[in-house]
């Protein structure tokens, strides 16, 4: 059974991510879009992971093979340049082979719908019904088929770059920030390196943009851990801040010019603050379960409201048009913006935070301290990850069992696969199963360091109490 959790279908290569597991999901969309009388061509993208230009390839012979027209395109991009496509191009469906952020062994299919937004859970539950009812793939070669007229190569890496440029504000040139950027061997690079150039960063020192399908034995993933070693290079070099993206450029990290990690949360609050104090803009932001208190109490003193969804970027999207909102994110490190594509970029967002630096002309320690302080936000959020064997028989326990919380508990509530627990005072902590990889992620957030930390040893002694 292929299925599809909150970022796509992903697997394993050469266990459950193969040929023709990605022939059997094109050829369920195409069964859906000949169902629908859709006439539009498809955009198939693709990025550095061991073999996605192959599997690339494998989708779109299996789309012309039913006569859809395909865009293919003829380089690695970001994923947000595949959403952009399919958004400018007018386009029903856009396909991207990434696993994002997971191990080098992983590769995966991520669905865009008209508009240029994550395909939602109904569109990913009928092509499931519509996958597994597959009984005969069709192919076409590629060349024949490009010879048709069904098949062209395809790059939008100059219009992407321009649409991220008329988002970001004039000002931010004659600047004279030294930025440090690590491309975790993803494909970043190509498109941020010259962005930044264009707007007016002329100090910009690049890692690690060759391709390497291990990412240098490290996770693609700017999660602290990962950016550990970035914390000596910038006070060593005496850059203004160093930041990083994933593999496929949807999450941003960022070190501060004190070497000090910073949070997304504190990334998507610096922002979301930036816009409405600055830039004079207005409106709620969303953000889902697993992120800070800080942007309740934000939204909160700036005048507007913060909406709640479940995680996934599609729940994040989705909740933006519904509400209008100004911005939307998540702790994981991805967020957009009102006007700009309803999907998470990092070329977007660094672009945006770089101009934030340079209007505000303070250290990135100080914008941060000043979002905090105008919140009267005092809080530690903290999160960890356990790898999982099997998922047998958690839910149910998860579903009958409360941890035993040394606090006292106000309230939980289960959603998807989500266990909130909730205490006085807007502290809270979570025990979620991913929908990306084998892992529980566990997150705790109150007043003190030792209790956020406590209470993720409870989360943890909880979950490895499960028979």
Not at 86 to 100: C, F, H, K, P, Q
Not at 350 to 368: D, G, H, N, Q, R
Not at 448 to 466: F, K, P, V
Request: hydrophobic content about 40%; charged content about 25%; some cysteine.
């Amino acid at each position: 059974m292929i299925k599809f959790g909150t970022g796509g279908f992903r697997g394993i290569i050469g266990d459950d991510f193969t040929k023709s597991a990605v022939q059997q999901i094109a050829q369920g969309l195409c069964d859906i879009i000949k169902s629908d009388n859709l006439k539009s061509p498809v955009a198939v993208g693709y990025d550095h992971r061991f073999g996605s230009e192959y599997f690339a390839v494998w989708i779109a012979e299996t789309l012309t093979g039913n006569g859809i027209r395909t865009l293919l395109y003829s380089e690695p991009m970001p994923s947000p340049a595949v959403m952009t496509a399919v958004r400018d191009e007018n386009l029903d469906y856009g396909i991207m082979i990434t696993a994002s952020h997971n191990p080098y062994r992983f590769n995966g299919v991520k669905l865009f719908t008209r508009g240029g937004m994550d395909a939602d859970v109904a569109v990913t539950d009928r092509l499931e019904k519509s996958i597994n009812a597959v009984k005969d793939v069709k192919t076409s070669n590629v060349n024949q088929a490009a010879e048709k007229g069904l098949l062209t190569f395809y790059s939008n890496a100059e219009q992407y770059i321009a649409n991220v440029k008329s988002f970001i504000d004039s000002n931010v040139k004659n600047n004279n920030l030294n930025i440090l950027y690590n491309n975790l061997y993803g494909v970043g690079a190509k498109c941020i390196a010259p962005l930044f150039s264009q707007i007016g960063v002329k100090n910009l020192t690049v890692l690690h943009t060759e391709r390497d399908a291990f990412f240098g034995y490290g996770m693609p993933n700017p999660t602290e851990k990962v950016m550990e070693g970035m914390k000596r290079d910038v006070i060593k070099g005496k850059y203004d801040f160093a930041m990083a993206t994933d593999s496929d450029v949807d999450r941003l990290g960022i070190i501060d010019e004190q070497g000090n990690y910073v949070s997304s949360n504190d990334i998507l609050a610096a922002l979301y603050y930036y816009l409405v104090k600055y830039r004079g803009m207005s409106g709620d932001v969303v953000k889902n379960c697993a992120t800070s208190v800080l942007l309740d109490k934000l939204a909160a003193k700036l005048g507007f409201k913060c909406r709640e969804v479940d995680v996934g970027f599609k729940n994040i999207s989705a909740a933006l048009k519904r509400y209008d909102a100004l911005i939307g994110g998540e702790s994981s490190g991805g967020l957009t913006v009102r006007g700009y594509i309803f999907g998470k970029d990092s070329v977007f967002s660094s672009a945006l935070f770089t101009e934030m630096v340079a209007v505000m002309s303070k250290p990135v320690s100080a914008i941060i301290e000043e979002v905090r302080n105008f919140a009267r936000y005092d809080f530690v959020f903290c999160e960890d990850e356990i790898r999982l064997e099997s998922e047998n028989g958690i839910v149910e326990f998860l579903e009958n069992n409360a941890p035993e919380f040394k606090r006292k508990l106000v309230k939980w509530e289960h959603f998807n696969r989500n266990f909130k627990y909730y205490f006085d005072d807007d502290c809270w902590a979570l025990i979620r199963l991913s929908g990306t990889e084998p892992v529980f992620r566990v997150f705790a957030e109150f007043e003190s360091d030792d209790e956020a930390r406590t209470n993720i040893e409870i989360l943890r002694g909880h979950i490895q109490n499960i028979k």
